[in-house]
């Protein structure tokens, strides 16, 4: 029996996020685990403080397209047969655990950049992830484009 028969990645979509495609297909075929993605579009009324005067419908409802389109571009690229591919709108961290715990995850793999001094202090979305989750983490760390 594998140690891990299910993993999700939680992807940013950022550029840097192709970098974690490679690294998590060999993970998941090493062990022969289902593999879901996940990404957290988060809803611009947080941007705002939540009192927003204006109907963000629209503008969001084309965030979580566009969200989608480019994850379904990254799932073509990791090489490794994708079970779910999943778009929710919230707060990154609580939703990363919600769907970890919802799929019985036994791994949650994060990208992380690695920073130092005041990001660092401030937190950063794997040390989020990290804490609070009811299953093993993994950051693989991710360079910046420059």
Do not use: W
Request: charged fraction near 25%; aromatic fraction near 4%.
């Amino acid at each position: 029996m594998s140690i891990y028969t299910r993993i999700l990645l939680a992807l940013d979509l950022s550029e840097e996020s192709e970098q974690l495609a490679s690294k998590t297909a060999q993970m998941a075929k090493a062990f022969g685990a289902e593999l879901n993605l996940i990404h957290v579009v988060e809803p611009l009324s947080f941007a705002y403080g939540g009192d927003v005067p204006m109907d963000l419908t629209t503008i969001q409802e084309q965030l979580d397209d566009h969200a989608r389109s480019k994850l379904d571009q990254f799932a073509e690229k990791v090489g490794y047969p994708i079970n779910r591919k999943i778009i929710v709108t919230g707060h990154t961290e609580t939703e990363i655990h919600r769907t970890a715990e919802e799929l019985n995850t036994d791994l949650v793999i994060v990208g992380s950049h690695g920073r130092h001094g005041l990001a660092l202090l401030l937190g950063s979305t794997a040390n989020g992830v990290l804490h609070g989750a009811k299953c093993d983490v993994l950051a693989i760390r991710v360079k910046d484009e420059d």
